[in-house]
């Protein structure tokens, strides 16, 4: 019972932590839905009311549905949360963000999921310029970005004091977009991908979505093991990349799909294979297809390849379509001052 209770709590941080602002118990109770968890706005007042005499939560409150913010303390314990409990959450962050995205294809605008990537100040225009080569040689999920002074926000995310945001789309995105067409995606893996002559040939690390806390490629770009930019300079190297499977007989409207993403700069999709049957080694399930995406890090891995330190935040927050810009513009929008988010 102890270990349900405290899944229930970090449910209810997670919640407070992603809001835009503060919140109370009878949205709590409608976004804790995605966790797997209906609770009622008294039990979520309860909870909420314990965890601020533990220091986890705070704000003001007026009367009995004021609302509550997360504390640093809060923040603490998501972090320190049981490692029982957060495997798997990387698979649930997935498939809550892929429904919640609002993106209309047809209309080019609504919300896509956009990863976020912080970059000292000093460094910002080094980072912008290892960028570049890799969307260059699309090996981005796209080819728009965001970009964020100290201080301005990209969806829900705060550029912190002294550095700057890079957003970068990820591959989740794709997700969102079949789910809209009616095409359910399953999301495998993420992985580290070997091109040579800038065709993939094999996967070299994978980690599974349902069996990890963390996304895999903070993982590999922390951990070395990409060379994204030789990639993008040589057609050989090491990328990150994604393993979705989708429906056989939905084949030919994802190949539809696909055209229509990339006639607008949105195609991240490196491989569909054939019915039925292995993409690079790996099986599919009987009655699906493989699919490899690239993975939407990328362009930033190769800012902590030319040794430029940088915090990662894949899965990150939803974002306005229309707010991105082309990555060829990034130099641009560095330079200018104040800084304004336009296409």
Known sequence: MKDFDTKRKIAILRVLRD????????????????????????????????MERSGWVGGARKGRSGGRTI???GEGEIKDALITERVGFTAARVDALAWQMTFDLNARSGLVVLNVTTVETPHAARAVEAMIPVFRAG?????YAAFAEPGERLGQFTVPPGHVGIGTVCSVTMNGVLLSERVPTVSRFGGVLELEGREPRRFTDVIYYDGTSLDPLEIFIKGGLTSVGEAARKGCGRIGASFREIPT?????????????????????????????????????????GMILTGGLNPTAAIEEAGIPTRNFALCTLYEFEKLIPYADLPERLARKPAKSAR
């Open 249 to 289: 007989s939905a084949r030919p409207q994802v190949e539809g799909i696909r055209r229509k993403l990339q006639a607008i700069g949105l195609d991240g999709v490196l491989l569909i294979g054939k019915p039925n049957q292995p993409l690079l080694e790996f099986p599919v399930h009987e009655g699906r297809t």
């Open 71 to 73: 504390t640093p303390q």
């Open 19 to 50: 809001a835009d602002g503060p919140i109370g118990s009878a949205v709590i109770a409608r976004e804790i839905q995605a966790y797997g968890f209906t609770l009622s706005s008294r039990t979520i007042r309860l909870y909420l009311e314990e």
């Open 139 to 143: 090996l981005g999920m796209g080819t």
